[in-house]
């Protein structure tokens, strides 16, 4: 086994790099829990608080924490199922994709940034590195 130390201290650098640009460019006092939360519910539509703490990775008492501001900003909206009032749906609302919209357009521009410089082939040979990253996150998972 190779000693992957470089490696990992240089992904970890670039990582806090990439989170802290992207962190930049959140408006309006959210947070990227916030964010992300909004964006899952505009690709995936209204959800429960546990489907969305599965799906994001969080605790149920952070999903409420979070919903709650997006609520009380407007950017989302908690609706009782037809059939059973006690389940409650967070559902985005038409201000909340705006802000993703919005967030989506500027998220492009910082990782084009980021990518700057490298060429087409650079560019192919990192996705496959990703794609095979991805794969072995996904075996160690099973």
Excluded: C
């Excluded at 990582?15 to 992207?22: A, G, P, S």
């Amino acid at each position: 086994m190779f000693d992957n130390r470089e490696l990992l201290d240089l992904f970890s650098n670039v990582l806090k790099k990439m989170k802290k640009e992207w962190t930049k460019q959140l408006e309006h006092g959210l947070n990227p829990s916030q964010y992300f939360m909004l964006k899952a519910l505009n690709h995936s539509g209204p959800r429960k608080a546990t489907e969305l703490a599965e799906l994001l990775q969080m605790t149920p008492g952070a999903i409420t924490g979070v919903s709650d501001k997006l609520v009380s900003e407007g950017y989302a909206e908690r609706k009782g199922a037809k059939g059973d009032r006690r389940v409650v749906y967070l559902e985005i609302t038409d201000k909340g994709k705006s802000y993703v919209e919005s967030m989506t357009e500027k998220q492009k521009l910082v990782t084009s940034k980021f990518f700057e410089g490298l060429s087409e082939e650079e560019i192919n040979h990192l996705i496959r590195i990703y794609q095979k990253i991805a794969r072995n996150l996904d075996e160690q998972a099973r």
